[in-house]
């Protein structure tokens, strides 16, 4: 991954996805290690669909994430971050597709993630953020004053969690700075 990330190179990424395709056929069900090559494909699909933007990549993405979540029930320790990876990748396809079920998944997906990250959890700043922005596409979409609301709140609660110098704290005084904006320009 490592060199992929520094040399962006099409040939490295290919060869990544064969070498956890090659991983995944050596580790068949039950094996305790299957739910984390299903995982590791299903990111590089996800980096190829993003780089390249090929809808095949991503629709095995989910199938993938879809299955390694299945593997990976509560309590398994890496639940939360299934939840999340494929959150996400559902996210995208509904920037693609526009399919409303996809978005709705990936709020219910977002919010059981979050559940498993109480605080102090590390992550929990990026489970609020992630909610909080698949809210605004939803909000984008379909105008509900009540997802910008939660947005708000979750970016802020996001916020408190991201002291100076985090480095994703620009991020979230941006995305609130945009949702308090655009809550300004409704209330006329």
């Known amino acids: 991954w490592t060199r992929l990330r520094v040399s962006g190179r099409r040939e490295d990424l290919e060869a990544v996805i064969s070498l956890h395709r090659e991983a995944l056929e050596l580790r068949p069900a039950p094996h305790p290690d299957r739910s984390s090559s299903l995982n590791n494909i299903a990111i590089a699909l996800w980096t190829r669909f993003k780089k390249y933007g090929r809808h095949e990549d991503l629709d095995e993405a989910i199938s993938l994430h879809r299955e390694a979540l299945q593997l990976r029930s509560a309590p398994h320790p890496d639940r939360s971050s299934s939840l999340s990876n494929i959150a996400i990748a559902l996210r995208t396809r509904f920037g693609q597709s526009g399919r409303q079920e996809g978005l709705e998944e990936a709020i219910s997906f977002h919010r059981d993630a979050l559940k498993l990250r109480p605080a102090p959890h590390p ?3 990026s489970s609020l953020n992630n909610i909080a922005l698949v809210l605004w596409t939803r909000f984008k979409k379909y105008g ?6 939660e ?3 979750l970016h802020r609660e996001a916020l408190e ?7 994703l704290r620009s991020s979230s005084l941006s995305h609130i700075a945009t949702a308090l904006s655009t809550r300004f320009e409704l209330s006329g």
């Open 151 to 153: 947005e708000i709140s």
């Open 161 to 167: 969690l991201r002291a100076a110098p985090h480095p």
């Open 123 to 125: 992550d929990r700043s």
């Open 144 to 149: 509900r004053r009540g997802d910008l609301e």
